[in-house]
């Protein structure tokens, strides 16, 4: 594949840069064709991307439709048949600005205003279009073969709230066809796997926008997998030692000022509330209310390490286009804990922390997944706390454990926590990108700041370290990581409907009320269908709906046999006794069995 670069030089593409430099150019592309049905838009920004590109564009009072993303598509296609040579150019600044002030293009002429150091500026020419762009790009326009949008979405220019928002077009683009044909199965996956799609088949939760965006609403059956996911994590801390505390889901402005977070995310927050001369918000995080816990009442070094848990509720006022389902809300429960330990507890601290997240990565076969230590950028002194000593010891402590521990990571410069540095575990869905489930976070800043001190050996006062540590993260992401992992076929222990009793007729629904009131009274979850539909239906709704791990098929044989036909999800089915089945339900759900 032959490419272009600024200067000229025309040279076979590196294998590594391929992808990178087709996005690219399928970028300009897409921008021409825009130009060419809306000769009034004004470009913004219009970069390659890890899955595909996106122009920002300034559309005025337009806006596009389904049919008007295919137009567009239509005429890249076209563009792209024309064979137009890119042609790369560069000129001095004054010239720059005066051909972008010649194409009405005003963001670009920001954008060089912007560049104050830059002399000079290269441009590339397709037929009649020109962009201003470092490069490289393919040399014809023919190059592009695979090629699709995808949406369309809004985007603050530069990403600012304050400035205006534009319209936003993505697409992919790929080698060959083959490899486009890939992703779109791939898509389809994705599709079939939404936890939102699922959700709404099982009645898991909802949204409304009169409650509020970001704001989902667990319905019984969600709530019934909510609170079996609280109880097992509780348990898994409980015979840890933890101590479990509940705490309000608001606090002062002050509590935030002394925590630090008032400074370094309050542009993640909700607005102030003003009561009676006092100014209070939505708590973002529990860090700071656990602090207050702790400093509550006098510590020894011989009560240390306390663990303080809470499955707590906190808001954050998300960018509406970020907001998914209950994957990222404004409103979730974060399965958070603060460890208050010495120096000399470090290390054990962390390996325990690092054994309950293996644990519970076991228990839900979570094998896709990696270790990162999160680091600061120290040139970054808005984002993190400004205190390169503390900073320095911290990382190095964590690197030291993390290296004892024998974990493998990797270090990420810029994702720390703006207190401290922390182990991220990134896990890798079935569909789509890796993100942060599990983590743990050293903390020498705020203990500090709340001023906690505990009485050590030698009678004097020490200011303790904090673990910050969340294990399932939040539950509602956790949840739809398991509703997306598993097609919604939770195992039997968490599913909302664990059994599903199906009367083949009406000549068999006395004896199948005697079995679902016996499977009732052994605390199993489970659902009559009294419906006439036929048995065939009632199996596919069971399927589709509930998803349960089991249906009893009753009919007249059965009722004969006085037993019971038990149906998997994987549509076998055997006969047995009633009591043989619950025996075998008590079991797989007291051991967790994962058989999804």
Request: proline share 4%.
């Amino acid at each position: 594949m032959k490419i272009i670069y600024k200067d000229g030089t025309v040279a076979e593409c590196p294998q590594d840069q391929e992808l990178h430099v087709l996005r690219h150019t399928a970028a300009h592309i897409m921008a021409q064709a825009i130009k060419r049905l809306y000769p009034e838009a004004d470009f913004a920004f219009g970069p390659a991307t890890e899955n595909g590109f996106y122009y920002d564009v300034d559309l005025g009072d337009t806006k596009l439709t389904d049919e008007d993303l295919a137009a567009i598509e239509k005429e890249m296609r076209k563009i792209c048949k024309e064979n137009l040579p890119v042609k790369p150019f560069v000129l001095p600044r004054d010239e720059a600005i005066k051909l972008m002030e010649e194409r009405q293009e005003h963001y670009k002429i920001e954008h060089i205003g912007d560049l104050a150091d830059e002399t000079e500026f290269s441009f590339y020419q397709q037929g009649e279009y020109v962009d201003m762009c470092i490069g490289p790009h393919l040399t014809y326009t023919k190059g592009l073969k695979a090629f699709k949008i995808t949406q369309q979405s809004g985007a603050y220019w530069k990403n600012d709230k304050e400035n205006k928002m534009l319209t936003r077009i993505n697409g992919v683009a790929f080698r060959n066809q083959e490899e486009l044909d890939a992703w779109e199965k791939q898509q389809q996956e994705a599709r079939e796997r939404d936890h939102r799609k699922i959700g709404k088949e099982m009645h898991l939760f909802m949204t409304d926008d009169l409650v509020g965006r970001g704001l989902p609403m667990f319905l019984p059956n969600g709530y019934t997998v909510w609170q079996q996911l609280e109880d097992y994590i509780k348990q898994k801390e409980r015979d840890r030692g933890y101590l479990h505390v509940m705490t309000p889901c608001i606090g002062t402005v002050n509590l935030y000022r002394t925590s630090g977070h008032w400074d370094h995310y309050r542009e993640n927050m909700f607005p102030a509330m003003e009561m009676e001369g006092e100014s209070y918000v939505l708590r973002p995080m529990n860090c700071p209310h656990h602090m207050m816990i702790y400093a509550n009442q006098p510590h020894s070094y011989r009560q240390l390490p306390i663990r303080i848990g809470e499955i707590a509720h906190d808001f954050r006022y998300e960018s509406s286009g970020t907001l998914k389902g209950i994957e990222r809300g404004r409103h979730f429960c974060q399965n958070d804990a603060h460890l208050f330990v010495t120096p000399e507890q470090i290390k054990d601290e962390v390996s325990a922390v690092c054994a309950l997240i293996f644990d519970v990565y076991k228990d839900f076969h979570i094998t896709d997944y990696r270790c990162v230590l999160s680091l600061r950028d120290p040139a970054d002194k808005k984002k993190y706390h400004d205190d390169d000593a503390m900073w320095n010891h911290a990382e190095q402590a964590l690197r030291e454990v993390l290296t004892d521990l024998g974990i493998d990571f990797t270090e990420e410069i810029g994702e720390a926590a703006f207190y401290g540095p922390k182990l991220d575990v990134n896990v890798k869905p079935a569909v789509g990108a890796e993100y942060t489930l599990s983590t743990c976070q050293l903390d020498f800043c705020l203990p500090a700041k709340f001023h906690l001190t505990y009485v050590d050996k030698d009678g004097s006062e020490k200011t303790p370290v904090v673990l910050h540590r969340a294990i399932l993260g939040s539950l509602d992401r956790f949840m739809a990581y398991l509703i997306e992992e598993t097609k919604g076929r939770f195992p039997t222990w968490l599913a909302p409907t664990q059994v599903k009793v199906l009367p083949v007729s009406e000549k068999t629904l006395d004896y199948s009320r005697d079995v679902y009131e016996k499977l009732k009274a052994a605390d199993i979850r489970v659902v009559l269908d009294e419906s006439n539909e036929k048995i065939g239906y009632k199996i596919r709704q069971a399927q589709q709906e509930d998803r349960a791990p089991y249906m009893l098929v009753l009919g007249a044989k059965e009722v004969e046999a006085g037993n019971i036909s038990v149906r998997n999800r994987k549509g076998e089915t055997t006969a047995m006794s009633l009591d043989e089945f619950i025996a075998q339900l008590k079991t797989e759900i007291a051991d967790k069995t994962f058989n999804v």
